[in-house]
């Protein structure tokens, strides 16, 4: 799964509509809300304004620690199908998480036809994706770990082999250590560590 590294504006003409795209990092419905909002005042003239999103977060698992997925998507007027969904359909083909995609109609006075819509919605949104910077989107878990200094080269290896993030490390009586760890790979993780330091190593959840 990918997240947008940043924000990104396209615009696609057909048979005079003229369609501006809009893609956005968000995280909750209320920024979305306020984006809307915003393009509603810029755009007063608009003929509709269609958007769909996709979130997910460390909160929102099932039992096997994958990810549920909160997806919306409006037509806007638009006939049933033309607009929100193909947009969605978008972020989802492209495997976006945490993203907004918005797209503004201004009617050129030529109908497009059912067909039309949907390519012309599809099209709108994949140029606003067209050349962004995509980051991995992963969900991860925080811990404090503790353990001696004789496990160092153990843990090391450990924390190489699953790639783990080490957000920071203290030396003094023992080795103390926050790591972010891919919630996909906790269980492992953890159990390899408690195997390599004989069960010594100390870890407790960081809150956060």
């Not at 209320?30 to 909160?59: G, M, Q, V």
């Not at 947009?87 to 083909?93: D, E, F, R, S, W």
Request: charged share 25%.
């Amino acid at each position: 799964m990918f997240t947008v590294a940043g924000n990104k504006f396209a615009e696609y003409k057909i048979r005079n509509s003229n369609f501006k795209s809009y893609i956005y990092n968000v995280n909750s419905v209320i920024d979305i809300k306020n984006k809307i909002n915003k393009l509603t005042e810029k755009y007063p003239d608009s003929s509709h304004i269609c958007y769909a999103y996709r979130f997910s977060s460390k909160d929102n698992l099932d039992l096997f620690n994958n990810p549920n997925y909160d997806e919306f998507c409006t037509d806007a007027g638009e006939p049933s199908g033309t607009a929100g969904r193909p947009i969605l359909n978008v972020i989802k083909q492209n495997k976006l998480v945490n993203v907004t995609i918005i797209v503004i109609r201004f009617y050129g006075g030529t109908k497009l036809g059912i067909r039309g819509l949907i390519n012309a919605y599809t099209e709108s949104a994949k140029l606003t994706i067209k050349d962004i910077k995509l980051n991995k989107w992963v969900i991860s878990k925080k811990i404090y770990i503790t353990y001696e200094y004789k496990f160092e080269k153990s843990i090391k290896k450990i924390i190489d082999l699953y790639d783990i993030k080490v957000n920071n490390s203290n030396y003094s009586s023992s080795i103390k250590q926050t790591i972010s760890i891919e919630i996909k790979e906790y269980q492992t993780i953890i159990k390899t560590m408690l195997e390599k330091t004989n069960g010594t190593i100390q870890i407790e959840d960081c809150i956060y």
